[in-house]
Nanobody, 125 residues
């Protein structure tokens, strides 16, 4: 039903900014929830930010005030604006989609059924 392709990753220095995009194709129904996740080598995948059909957003404590998740329904695109990046933000960033309400599980990867292939974000000190 949904294919997701991330873009916008790259290498920046501490304090820099990046804006990630996730383009959805083969969309028949709008996913109820979409989110951004990241994984660094040797670490568990963690939820970063999510947004649902009602535009409710959820952020990990570590990125609050620095990252902003948004969507453009007309373009079937999800965004993640990242400011004041830190080395600990380094990782592979994935977008994901779920077809149900997640509530308190909005940042839990196991509840998402559709995944992109990821885009690398590297922040150097």
């Amino acid at each position: 039903q949904v294919q997701l392709v991330e873009s916008g990753g790259g290498s920046v220095q501490d304090g820099g900014s990046l804006k990630l995009s996730c383009a959805a194709s083969r969309v028949i129904y709008t996913p109820y929830s979409m989110g951004w996740f990241r994984q660094a080598p040797g670490k568990e995948r963690e939820g970063v930010a999510s947004i649902d059909r009602e535009s409710r957003t959820t952020y990990a404590d570590s990125v609050k005030g620095r990252f902003t998740v948004s969507k453009d329904n007309a373009r079937n695109t999800l965004y993640l604006e990242m400011n004041n990046l830190k080395p600990e933000d380094t990782g592979m960033y994935y977008c994901a989609a779920a077809n149900g309400a997640l509530g308190r599980f909005a940042l839990s990867s196991s509840f998402y059924g559709y995944w992109g292939q990821g885009t690398q974000v590297t922040v150097s000190a």
